[in-house]
Each structure stands twice: as structure tokens, then as C-alpha cells.
């Protein structure tokens, strides 16, 4: 079928229309941000494109209230450049007095995708974790936790798990189903403790005062959008938790090496940030998507494509902060004045440069990995 996509937390194919997307799941349109958000490349940009309840965090922030910004992080495969449009958001909102809570999913990669607990933590740290900091994360109001292992304090363990089991009651088959199409007990024992990963930060145990819950935001990518409307769907059941509806924001992929999505498990489709200046070199020149022309003649003639041209996405969402140049490198591909060849390279120093800088960092910070971690 023409313009048949996927989008499933475990699952996304197809080419997505994002606009398809907004009505299905939902959503609004992000416009009209404070000032502030321009500080920050993938709010100027456009990256991040959607939300739900977002002027209650933008409430917060200009009145200078205490809000929380949640996520999680799947330990599989390394991270690459696609997870950095996460991570820019986190230490963004961190900058602007957020409480930060980031869920190790080790309980939920055991269940969905058969991978050992171990496993999961040796990645998370040496890999995930490790670049979370080195990209400029601060240990102060952060707050990492593995879902296996919430807290060494029994009140905020057993609150959380708890949780947990009190959702499920409100949570129905069909309504699963739902949003996840076919599932497994597994995957459904995971949702719910999604759920729970969202909604904690707001009980007494944590950040709420008892009495009324705290502005909780979830920064997703689109394909885990259905976990947040699952746990929304329950809490309001749950009559016991004055919780304070859940805000969320979607953003669009960064595209992989060969166009769709970045794919962890596809060496040839990202660009990790451990990677070498030689591997970058070969991975743009070898498979970076073009929105070129066939030959020179030609592109010098009729122009390129910088919307489908996966360089100058890297170049838009990540590596190219000067508005004005990014302008000038759209105009002259258009045009035909920059050749394929000539935006690859640029991209290519333009990502080196940024790797050398974290790499360095990524050392520093490596011997302290074990002090990021503590469970309130």
C-alpha cells in the first residue's frame, strides 16, 4: 500500500508521515515556544514537533516552578548519533532547573527482546550512561535508576513497584491491544511498568508533597508515544493519586545512514560516537543517502535535495549550529552550486570535529561512570 507505515514501540517501518501520526495519536502541533527554546538546536529546527498538555511545562519553567522530566533508555546495541537528539533535550531542560529521571529498561529488554540483566547493565553503563555525561549531563537533580533495581531505600522501592501492580487493575486486554496490537504477557507486564516509570517521580516518595502530584514531562521519540498514552489512559482511573496529567513531547527520527530509521542493530545505518574518523569517512561516503542528482551535469543543472539528503539532516538536527551557514549550504545544494560530494565532506569534518571533543570527554568521565548512578 502507497504510504503504508509502522510505528510500534518495538517496531518502525515504512516511510512515517508524521502528520498521519499527529491525528492517530492525538497530538498537537509544538508552536509559539518562549524564547528560550531557540537556544536550543532541535526546538529551532523543527525536530521536535508535537505534544500533549506542553503549555504546563512552559508554565513552570517561565514561572520558575518545580517540574520533572522523565525518560528511559533501551540498553541495546551502541549508542549512536540518533540518541543525541534525546540527550540534547534532557541537559536543555536541566539548564532550566528540571528534576531529571531516566529509567534503565533492563526489565523491559529482558522481556521484549530475550536480553540477559547483566547484559543490559554492562551496556547501559560503559555505553549509554557514559555518553549521557560526556555530552554534557549533570549529576546534580539527576536521578538514574534501573528498572530492576528502583532504589536501595525500601519506602521509594516499594512505592514504585507498587505502582506498578495498582495500574494493572486499571489497565484492560483490549485497551493493550489497542495500542499495541498483538502483545505478549511480557510486553504487557513491561507497559505497565513504563507506567509506573512515568507517573512515580509524582508520589510522596519522590517529588510529590503528598497531597497533589508535580509537572511531569515525557520527551519521546514517535514510536514510543503509545506507552504514554496507555499510562495516561490508566492514571486517570486510578482515583487513589491526584496525578497531574502527563506532558509529553514527540520528535521525528534522525534518519539512518541509508534513510528510515536508525537502527542499532545495523552497523551500516548509524554512526556511533566511539566510531574513528576513518569509519565516519566511509560510513557518509559509502551509504549516506543522497539527494543529489545522477551526474554532475545534471546537479549543476537542476540542484539537489536537502529534505531527503540524510548529510545535510545530520548537518540540520545536530552538527550545524549557525543558522546562517546552514541557510547558505540549503541554497547552494538547491542550487546546484554544492555538490553532493562537496556536503558529504563538509558533514564528514563537521562530525570528526565533534567526535574528536567528546571523545576526549568520554575518557575523562569514563573512571567515574559508577558515581552517576543511585536510586534516590
Known sequence: MKNSFKVTPWEVSGEVNYERLIKEFGLQLLKHLPGVFDKEI????????AHRDFARIVEAIEKKKKFVVMTGLMPTGKFHIGHMSLVKQLIFYQSLGAKLYISVADLETYNARGQSLEESRKIALEDYILNYFALGLKKENCEIY???????????????????NLLARHGTFNEFKAV????????????????????HPQLKEFEGNGKDGVPVLVPVGADQDPHLRLARGIARRLKMYNFIPLSSTAHTFIP???????????????????????????????????????????????????????????????????DAKLAQ????????????????????????GFLKEHQVRRAKVKKDVDKFLWGG
Open 256 to 322: 539512518g545512514l541509508k534513510g528510515g530509521k536508525m537502527s542499532a542493530s545495523d552497523e551500516t545505518s548509524y554512526i556511533a560516537l566511539t566510531d574513528t574518523p576513518k569509519e565516519v569517512e566511509k560510513k557518509i561516503k559509502k551509504y549516506a543517502f543522497s539527494g543529489g542528482r545522477d551526474t554532475i551535469e545534471e546537479h549543476r543543472e537542476k540542484g539537489g535535495n536537502p529534505d531527503v539528503d540524510v548529510s545535510f539532516q545530520y548537518l540540520k538536527y545536530l552538527f550545524e549550529e549557525d
Open 329 to 352: 549550504i540549503e541554497k547552494d545544494y538547491r542550487s546546484g552550486k554544492m555538490l553532493t560530494s562537496e556536503l558529504k565532506d563538509y558533514t564528514i569534518k563537521k562530525i570528526n
Open 146 to 164: 534501573f528498572q530492576s533495581e528502583r532504589s536501595e531505600d525500601a519506602k521509594k522501592s516499594n512505592s514504585y513497584y507498587r505502582l506498578q
Open 42 to 49: 532541535v526546538f529551532r529546527r523543527g525536530l521536535v514537533f
Open 180 to 199: 499495541y496490537g498483538e502483545i505478549s504477557p511480557g510486553k504487557m507486564v513491561s507497559a505497565l511498568l513504563q507506567a509506573s516509570d512515568m507517573l
